[in-house]
């Protein structure tokens, strides 16, 4: 009898929730943190050296090889080539459209106003398998800047694991960057 009362006491009493972050102590929890920006510190910059050697001539022509940039604080304005210039910029996410209407976007893009269009570039979608990269048709980063190049459209392009974007990174995420 007493045992069936012990039993029922235990059903009755329901274990304290705890959440994921209780669970794990500080000096772990900072050490998976500090671990997980140095792999986008990594990625980022693996990303940059990879296109960089990818194409060693200079496809947009030696006549932008003295172009300037140039922050003036002192008058609060971006100078570009020795002009005043303000940025109108739109975003563009080339990974979801198809690489036929690439041109035809960026040409709306520019009848629109715009003199810069950012790009996110989701590190997960170039990299499904690991140490496989993927830079060819729907995947093609550099055709889709160059394209913004004939153009005259600036680009800001911003490299990352995660993008927003409503990009879920657990679903297009390959279990190795999980790891």
């Known amino acids: 009898m007493q045992e069936l009362e012990n039993v029922n006491k235990l059903r009755k009493e329901k274990p304290a929730r705890q959440s994921f972050f209780r669970k ?43 172009r300037t940039f140039i922050i003036d604080k002192r008058n609060d304005v971006f100078l570009k080539d020795g002009a005043e210039f303000q940025f109108i910029s739109g975003s563009l996410h080339y990974f979801r459209i198809p690489e036929i209407y690439w041109a035809d976007r960026i040409i709306k893009a520019k009848s629109a106003g715009l003199d810069a269009i950012q790009i996110d570039i989701p590190w997960n979608f ?37 993008i927003g974007a409503d990009w879920s990174l657990m679903r297009n995420c390959s279990t190795f960057l999980l790891r």
């Open 126 to 162: 170039h990299e499904r398998e690991e140490n496989h990269f993927e830079f060819l048709d729907q995947a093609d980063v550099e055709q889709f800047i160059y394209s913004a190049h004939q153009q005259n459209l600036l680009v800001i392009a911003r490299v990352g694991p995660y």
């Open 24 to 66: 794990i102590s500080g000096n772990r929890y900072f050490l998976g943190v500090l671990l997980f920006t140095i792999g986008v510190v990594t990625l980022s910059s693996t990303v940059t050296s990879f296109l960089s050697l990818r194409s060693q001539k200079n496809p947009y022509g030696a006549e932008h090889t003295d």
